[in-house]
């Protein structure tokens, strides 16, 4: 990854981390998911990054998306 991606949310379940990702693209801000979690045991965290240059747009959207839906 590219020294410009930044970490802006972690989550615990990946269908909620790939909801945000397909909304933030929606709205044309790159991002990216890593899975961080066990596979077996599903613990551990699942980050959500964004280029530096969309972290306030992105922090926006993401913030009025948990508004209208359970995030």
Known sequence: MENDWK????????????????????HGIPAVVLNKQDSSYL???????????????????IEEAEGDINL
């Open 7 to 26: 970490k802006i949310k972690t989550y615990t379940n990946a269908i909620q981390a790939e909801i945000v990702k397909q909304m933030l693209e929606e």
């Open 43 to 61: 613990f551990g965290k699942i980050e959500l990054y964004v280029n530096g240059g969309s972290i306030e747009m992105a922090e926006r959207l």
